[in-house]
Structure formats: structure tokens, C-alpha cells
């Protein structure tokens, strides 16, 4: 969706593994806005069994690094991923 203030939302959701005891929801999509100080924000994601991912020039270094670790600890022993976040960091 695009709101009347120039934000907007956009998304697209998957079921993975459908049908067997590692089913689960994965989401990815990007949102975009412009801060009060005029910043425009803008953010992709991915959203699965690896927890929320953000990546975009917006997002702090140390989230970002946070999340990477947050994400190689989860993916021990687990299937890979529907959706893989590609965006450039």
C-alpha cells in the first residue's frame, strides 16, 4: 500500500515446509517513509523461522550484525529458507 504521505508498505507471504512438523510462516517485503528530520527511510526484510531480518542503509551496523548471528545460530541443523535475504547491506 501507498499512504497519502508517500509511505509505504509492500509484502509477500509464504507457508514453508507445509505439512510437516517444520511448517511455518515466512514473510518478505520493504517499507519505506520519510523521518521527521526528512530522512528517507527505507528497509527490506525477511521475516521466518530465522527471526526478522531488516537490512537497508537505515539500519544500525550493530543490528545488522546482531541479526546475522541471530540467523547463522538458528540455521544450525535447520532446512534452508524460502525466501533468502540478498538485499545489499
Given at each position: 500500500?501507498?499512504?497519502?504521505?508517500?509511505?509505504?508498505?509492500?509484502?509477500?507471504?509464504?507457508?514453508?515446509?507445509?505439512?510437516?512438523?517444520?511448517?511455518?510462516?515466512?514473510?518478505?517485503?520493504?517499507?519505506?517513509?520519510?523521518?521527521?528530520?526528512?530522512?528517507?527511510?527505507?528497509?527490506?526484510?525477511?521475516?521466518?523461522?530465522?527471526?526478522?531480518?531488516?537490512?537497508?542503509?537505515?539500519?544500525h551496523?550493530?543490528?545488522?550484525?546482531?541479526?546475522?548471528?541471530?540467523?547463522?545460530?538458528?540455521?544450525?541443523?535447520?532446512?534452508?529458507?524460502?525466501?533468502?535475504n540478498?538485499?545489499?547491506?
Amino acid at each position: 500500500y501507498v499512504t497519502g504521505d508517500g509511505s509505504e508498505r509492500h509484502e509477500v507471504g509464504v507457508i514453508e515446509n507445509p505439512g510437516t512438523n517444520l511448517e511455518g510462516t515466512a514473510v518478505q517485503g520493504s517499507y519505506s517513509y520519510t523521518s521527521p528530520d526528512g530522512t528517507p527511510v527505507n528497509v527490506q526484510y525477511v521475516a521466518d523461522n530465522f527471526g526478522y531480518q531488516p537490512v537497508g542503509p537505515n539500519i544500525h551496523p550493530a543490528i545488522i550484525k546482531a541479526v546475522q548471528r541471530q540467523v547463522e545460530e538458528a540455521r544450525v541443523g535447520a532446512p534452508p529458507p524460502f525466501f533468502v535475504n540478498n538485499a545489499p547491506q
